[in-house]
Every structure is written in C-alpha cells, then in structure tokens.
C-alpha cells in the first residue's frame, strides 16, 4: 500500500483530493508553483449544475456530474466542519430561459431523459416565471426550470479546502516554481523537482495542473492534449432578491452571491495561457446582461476577471492510472466543470491510490485514450 502523496497543483482539484487523501491516511504533499486557487478555481461562478450543463444525453460525463452533484451536500459539510469556514453552498435552482418558441421543441426530450436522472425540471411560461424570477426580461417567453441545481463560492471552498488540509496535516507548498523534473523510480515512487523548493520524493503523485498538464507529457510519455480556453467574467453589485435562481441563456449566465454580487460569465475564448481581461469580452456579457436582465442595464460592473479553463480534445477529463508509470494518476482536463466534479474526482483518484479497481464510472475518461489513437 502505499503511503505518501503529491498532488501537483493546488487548484480545486489538486486540494480536494488532498483533503480526501489526509482523510484515508496518506500523507500529503501539495507542489503548487503559484498560489492556491490563483487560477481557473479562483476565477469560476461556481455552478453546480449537470443538467442545464449537460442538455443532449445521459452519457458518462453527464453521469458523473450528476454522482459529483450528489456528493457535494456531506463533502461541502465535512470540508466546513474541518475547516471551520463557510463556503456559501446555495440550492437556489436554475432557469433555462428561451426567447421563441421554436426553441422550445427540443426541450421535451430533454425534460423527459433529466427528469428520468432526478432533475424534476418543468417547463414554466407566463405569469408563474414572472413570480418566479420578476427580474427577467419580457422577452422571454418560457423557461425550464430545474430545482436540485445549485452554486458554491468556488474561491471560499478553495480557501476552507486549504485551511483544512493544513488542519489535516497536509504539507502545503505554493510557489513552488516551475516543474524541473519528474523521475519515476524502478520499484515504484517518484521525485518532483520544482524550482523554488528541494527536491521531494512519494510512493505516488496525482496530476492536478489544470490547463498546465499538457507539458507532463515528456515525463509520463502518454499523449495529453490539454489546452487553455479563457473564461472572461464579471460582476455586478446586487442585492438578494435581484435574482433569486441561476439563469442560463444562449449568450451568457448569471448567478446572485450571498456576498451581494452577481456573476454573469463567460467567454470561451482560445488565447493561449493570456489569462487578461478584454473590452470585448466584457462588453459581450454587457450586453447579453442588457438584454435579459433589464435591471442590469446602465449599472457599471464591480469586478471583471478571467480564468483558462483545462480543455481535452474531447471535452471529457482525464481520471486515471497513467499507463506504464504505475505512480502516477491523472485527474486532470475538468474544463467547464471542474468545481461541480472536485468531490466525483477526490473519491476516484483516492480509490485508486487505495488500489481499487478503476470504477465503471471513469472507463471514458482513461488518461491514455489518446496515446492509443496516437499509435493507430
Ligand atoms: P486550476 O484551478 O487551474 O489549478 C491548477 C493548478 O496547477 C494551478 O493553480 C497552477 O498554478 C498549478 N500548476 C500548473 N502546473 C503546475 C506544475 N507543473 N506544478 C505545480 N503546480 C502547477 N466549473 C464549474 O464546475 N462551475 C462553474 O460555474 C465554472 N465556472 C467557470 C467560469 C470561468 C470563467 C472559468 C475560467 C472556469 C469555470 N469553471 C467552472 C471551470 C473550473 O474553474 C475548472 O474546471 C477548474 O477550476 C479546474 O480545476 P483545476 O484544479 O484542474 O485547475
Ligand atoms: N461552467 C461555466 C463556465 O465554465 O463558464
């Protein structure tokens, strides 16, 4: 068995399966060469949200968003409790919302296979939206609305996740610098070699480097084709009953913050790893906000940002053994929905440290689908 853990990189996927690592026994070490959360994990709206992020099918992505959803009441309890921190967790529901009727049509399969998977979703128009959600604009005509989805103030869960491994004993290392070296030994067990700290050595390492994973390719010598999509995003001051639900349109989304801010994001914008902000990107959400929440209209925005989130070639992350490097597990390439899926991938990065078998559940997500298609 073994006893000792890196996660290299300490965004939400690196420190939750920390957290559940310390929990199990392992001693843990996190390598993270800038600051905690200081990339996409600092820069989501948070959503947890499988079914309005998921529209076309039941397929094993979506199941897994769906079994992380499940998890996160006792995970975001335990990570509390550790932590004594508040992470801002609100089941405030979400609203599809459609302008024509037209784009209604296809929403009947979709309400039939969601409400199959435990969404209770129902399709609401008229006076009962206006109820719902007064703040909508008149536009639009009918929304599908969908109680079980929920939001997390992702840079707060990030916060308590660190305050509790430290609490755990987790060894925490931010700034850690660029990765020089990854050796993997004979036996087993590995040693990381970053720039700002020695050298450290653990029966096994978890990649957890976000968009950066791509340049482990040269260590694990499988095929990683990760890549970075920005993510512009602002914020407007708002109070509680601004906008009671999270709203999903085809131009953008909005979420209301206990803090007093709504969020309205994103751009999907291939910059390379240029993490700016851009007049355009912010003016598109601007607009987009005018247009379907009128009480928007003329207010400045608090805060703008962005984020690159780890993109795969086929969208779908990447949880794993790494073949022929039997130290190395791969939880990686989240995407769009990394903050939804940090429970699902703590759980299933943690059985396979313990050594169990790799669960139905990820077969698609193998790390080394793409080294395969490379030797075709
Ligand atoms: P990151 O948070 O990027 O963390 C990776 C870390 O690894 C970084 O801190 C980096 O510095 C570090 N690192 C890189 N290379 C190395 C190395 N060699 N050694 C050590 N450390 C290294 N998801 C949702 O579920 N819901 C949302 O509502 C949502 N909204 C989003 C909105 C925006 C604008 C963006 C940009 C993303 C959003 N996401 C959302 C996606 C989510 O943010 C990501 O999927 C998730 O944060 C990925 O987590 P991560 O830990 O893999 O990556
Ligand atoms: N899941 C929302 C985003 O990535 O922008």
Redesign the pocket.
């Known amino acids: 068995m073994p006893q000792s853990v890196i996660m ?9 399966c920390a957290f559940e690592a310390a929990l199990r026994g392992y001693r843990v070490i996190v ?19 499988p079914y309005s ?1 998921n529209t076309d099918q039941p397929d094993a992505f979506f199941r897994l968003c769906l079994q992380s959803l499940n998890l996160y009441k006792p995970w975001v309890e335990k990570v509390e409790a550790y932590s004594g921190m508040s992470t801002d967790w609100v089941r405030s529901g979400s609203l599809n919302v459609f302008r024509h009727e037209a784009d209604l049509f296809p929403l009947w399969s979709r309400i039939r296979w969601h409400n199959e998977w435990g969404a209770k979703a129902e399709l609401v128009e008229g006076a009962a939206l206006r109820e719902l959600e007064p703040g909508l604009s008149h536009e639009i005509t009918a929304a599908l609305y969908c109680p079980e989805e929920s ?1 997390i103030y ?1 840079p707060g869960l ?1 916060a308590a996740l660190e305050t509790a491994c430290r609490k755990l004993g987790v060894k925490l290392y931010d700034y ?1 610098g ?2 020089l070296d990854l050796a993997f030994h004979e036996a087993s067990g590995v040693t ?1 070699r ?1 720039a700002g700290i020695p050298a450290i050595s653990a029966d096994r390492i978890v990649i ?6 791509g ?2 390719e040269r260590w694990l010598n499988i095929s990683l084709p990760i890549h970075p ?5 602002c914020s407007y001051e708002s109070m509680p009953d601004d906008l009671r639900h999270m709203i999903f349109s085809s131009q953008a ?1 909005w ?1 209301n913050k206990p803090m007093g801010r709504i969020v309205c ?3 999907e914008d291939v910059a390379g790893f240029d993490s700016s902000v851009t007049d355009r990107g912010i003016e598109r959400l601007i607009r987009a906000s005018e247009r379907w929440l009128p009480h928007l209209t003329d207010k400045n925005t608090a805060h703008r ?6 993109a795969t070639m086929d969208g779908l992350p990447l949880i794993g053994s790494v073949e022929g490097k039997p130290s190395a597990i791969m ?12 429970p699902v991938t703590a759980m299933l990065a943690c059985d396979l440290l313990d050594g169990r078998t790799e669960s139905s559940l990820i077969t698609a997500f193998s790390p080394n689908r793409f080294t395969a298609l490379r030797s075709v």
């Open positions: 290299l990189g300490g965004g939400i996927i690196g420190l939750s390598l993270e060469a800038g600051n905690f959360g200081g990339q996409a994990s600092g820069a989501a709206a948070g959503m947890l949200a992020e939001h992702a990030v850690a660029e990765l990381v970053m957890c480097s976000g968009a950066w994973s340049a482990l999509i920005r993510g512009q995003i989304y979420v994001g994103a751009s940002w962005a984020g690159l989130r780890p939880a990686s390439g989240h995407y769009r929905n990394g903050i939804l899926l940090s």
